[in-house]
């Protein structure tokens, strides 16, 4: 009989710390996931069951700094969650998507070959670059051509704007004055200097190729997607782009107004999400609007709150960080700012 009470005085304490150790909070090392998960929590509102089940999978996915650099961060952090949040929290996360008019997958690899390298195939300068080959003086003779040719560009756009001149023709003296400006700063440069600027951008082209293939993998097993799912989306994608472009192009020619151009974008990402609530069954959409939803959520609390910007309550005008980096596009950055 003592025996027999010994055990249930056992099994009591034991049920009783086991409960204790359920209810207690999972807390995150590291800052920015700590900012992420509040923030969530703040915007959305989650059970302490489903913060906790949030915060366990960012402290095995993103412990140190993985989330950082791990394009599949958020992936597995989504795939986990899908299983674990309420039809009630997802329903609220889903609208916060809806109210922030967010494209599935931030474009998905919709304008993949539209970047080119950091300075796009444009031919376009990456500024950064430049200024890390520089030595001091070059760097204050830099900053002087910069200002210089800001004065200039900012005395086009005042005329283009009070009708002086019209839009073609300031589109075309700021595309000299650009020329010209790249041409003073390459004069700057040394033949050395030069070559470790093409030796960089080899090397950053090289790995956004593999940070947007490491993403796309990603992306492929979380969803468990078949072959046909992945053509089908690139064929979404590409017909995506197409019509993007086609639209801003409209819009620079001033053959549509800005008011006409956010509502055809606007229409143009609800038809691009309908394309793939049918391509995807219904567990791989939830997957993709709770991974889409949590970039949101990143960039809004944790990457402003790294860039010292205190957060963002407008929404997110940004998602460049590493993680979603190979989703970006030019055309669907500049849809964004258009629609905000």
Known sequence: MKKLTSLLIVALFATIGCEKLM???ILLDDPELQAFSDG?????????????????????????????????????????????LS???????????DDNNVPYLYGGGMDAKARGGPGGDRG?????????????????????????YKGLMDEVMKKAKDGTIDREAAQAELEALEAAMRAE????????QKQR?????????????????????????????TPDQESGLETINKESGEAQRALIEKARAEEMSRDDLKDALS?????????????????????????????MQYSKHCRDKRDGKGGNTGGSRSVSYTHLR???????LVCRLLLE
Not at 87 to 97: A, H, P, V
Not at 185 to 192: F, G, K, Y
Not at 269 to 290: G, M, T, V
Request: proline share 1%; hydrophobic share 40%.
């Open 23 to 25: 209810k207690e909070d």
């Open 40 to 84: 969530l929590d703040t915007d959305i509102g989650l059970s302490k069951s489903s913060i906790n089940a949030l915060n366990d999978a960012l402290n095995r996915h993103g412990k140190d700094g993985r989330h950082r650099r791990d394009p599949a961060f958020l992936w597995k952090v989504a795939a986990e969650m899908q299983g674990k």
């Open 87 to 97: 039809n009630e929290e997802k329903e609220r996360l889903f609208g916060w998507m």
């Open 124 to 148: 376009g300068m990456d500024l950064r670059a430049v200024f890390a080959v520089l030595n001091e003086a070059q760097r204050e003779a830099l900053k002087s051509i910069m200002d210089s």
């Open 185 to 192: 700063i390459e004069a700057l440069l040394t033949d050395e």
């Open 197 to 225: 600027l093409e030796d960089m951008q080899a090397d950053m082209k090289q790995k956004m190729e593999e940070m947007r293939q490491a993403a796309h993998d990603a992306m492929v097993r979380a969803l468990e997607m």
């Open 267 to 295: 229409q143009l990402i609800a038809d691009r999400n309908s394309k793939i609530e049918a391509l995807f069954s219904d567990k791989q959409i939830e997957i993709i609007k709770i991974y889409t939803a949590l970039g």
């Open 326 to 332: 190979a989703h970006e596009t030019d055309s669907y």
